[in-house]
Structure formats: structure tokens, C-alpha cells
């Protein structure tokens, strides 16, 4: 597998939008995904975008893909304390390879 | 509500002892993933089935560590001998490679203590 990168930390103001950012290398990535992890949880999928995308809207949620840089947002609109957690960012072609995550705390 | 079931959810154990962790996968899935977390280097792929094969478990210590798929409903990773160095949370997930998506499901973790 390739390289998943991710910055390791983001801190935002409530009602604010954050934006999580990740690289990575394999070009034959076919699908990438965005996954949250709460404290003592497992990872819970958020959304995902096809790699012939380059843009999803779901909800307060906005995945941004430019597949020639090879980059990966994810935005949340009006961020609010529950949303603090560690976000993931992944590919996949035939398995599925993960970043180091972004921790995410979001202030009152 | 169909999930990854996965057992034992805590573990605590002396060095030397043997750890089996099990994990039920997503009725339908062809694909089940062993994943361990620790603060230190994070997510890391062990080791992965397709239809019950094993692809890849280039992620994981040969010497102490095995990882089978005795039929369709039943994945193990097993520690023999373990050491403090393996404690870390164990995440089991699974999906369906093939059709659209490759969506993947992670149980809630078997979080294993060394001593």
C-alpha cells in the first residue's frame, strides 16, 4: 500500500467550519473515504467520494477531492462540540489503507 | 442492525500468555481486515482475507502473531507468545471488494493490556 497523510491536529471554534485535509500516493485509488473515531469507539464511516469525483455534499459535510494533487478535504459546516473526534481519512483499490488521523477538538 | 461483532471487547493478560481475539464479520462480506491502533503509530493494516483467503499479512509479526479464517462468520488473530509491546486496541473489520463502494464496517475493538 501508499502513503496516507493527514495533519495530526485542528482545533476550531464552535459554529466555525473546519477543514481536515489528507494526501495521499496511489493513483489506482478507487474510492476514498472519511471515517470518525469517538473515544473508546471503533471507526464509523462518514461519507465517501468515487475517484472520478471532485466534489460530495452531504449534509454539513463537504468532500473535496483533486485527484491530479492527489488531495482530500473534508469540511464541516457550523462545527459543534459532538463533532470533536479523531477523523480518518483512507483508500482503497484491494485493501484499504488509513492516515494517522486529525485529531479534531472544537471549543464552546 | 447488521455489525462487526468482535470478542473480547477488553483483555488484560501477563507476558508470555496466549491472546486469541475473534471477530464475526458482516453476514455477505468477502473481505475481513485486523487492525491495531496505538498512540504511537496509529492505524496499522496486520493482515486481510478475501473469501476466507489470506492476501496480505505483511503488516504483522510472523514470529508471534497468526491470523486465520476457520469459515465465512469466524476471523481470529491470535498472540503467542504476547508481550507488553502488543498492547494496543485490535479493530476486525469487514466489506464487500468487488461491487461499488468497498465500503468497510470496524467492530468497536478489542483493547488488549500486556503486563
Known amino acids: 500500500g501508499e502513503d496516507v497523510e493527514q495533519s495530526l491536529f485542528l482545533s476550531v471554534r464552535e459554529g466555525d467550519s473546519s477543514v481536515i485535509n489528507c494526501t495521499y ?5 478507487t474510492y ?5 473515531q469517538e473515544p473508546g469507539a471503533g471507526l464509523q464511516l462518514l ?3 468515487f475517484s472520478n469525483m471532485d466534489m460530495k455534499q452531504d449534509q454539513r459535510l463537504t468532500v473535496l477531492l483533486n485527484k491530479k494533487d492527489k488531495h482530500l478535504s473534508l469540511r464541516i459546516a457550523d462545527t459543534q462540540t ?10 482503497t483499490y484491494n485493501d484499504m489503507r488509513f492516515g494517522a488521523g486529525t485529531r479534531l477538538t472544537v471549543k464552546p | 442492525d447488521a455489525r462487526v461483532t468482535q470478542t473480547p471487547r477488553h483483555k488484560v493478560t501477563e507476558m ?5 481475539m475473534r471477530c464475526q464479520p458482516i453476514l455477505g462480506h468477502n473481505t475481513v481486515f485486523w487492525y491495531r491502533q496505538t498512540m504511537m503509530q496509529g492505524l ?24 486465520e479464517m476457520p469459515d ?18 485490535y479493530f476486525c473489520a469487514s466489506g464487500f471488494f468487488g461491487g461499488s463502494g468497498n465500503t468497510i464496517y470496524f467492530g468497536e475493538g478489542s483493547w488488549l493490556t500486556v503486563v
Open chain 2, 16 to 20: 508470555g500468555q496466549e491472546v486469541t
Open chain 1, 32 to 36: 476514498l473515504y472519511w471515517y470518525k
Open chain 1, 25 to 29: 500516493t496511489d493513483s489506482s485509488s
Open chain 2, 72 to 89: 465465512a462468520t469466524l476471523a481470529t488473530l491470535k498472540i503467542q507468545p504476547s508481550e507488553p509491546r502488543d498492547s494496543a486496541v
Open chain 1, 82 to 91: 459532538g463533532d470533536s473526534a479523531i477523523y480518518f481519512c483512507a483508500e
Open chain 1, 47 to 49: 461519507t465517501y467520494i
Open chain 2, 44 to 67: 496499522e493494516l496486520l493482515a486481510y482475507f478475501r473469501n476466507r483467503a489470506p492476501l496480505d499479512d505483511s503488516g504483522m509479526p510472523k514470529d508471534r502473531f497468526s491470523a
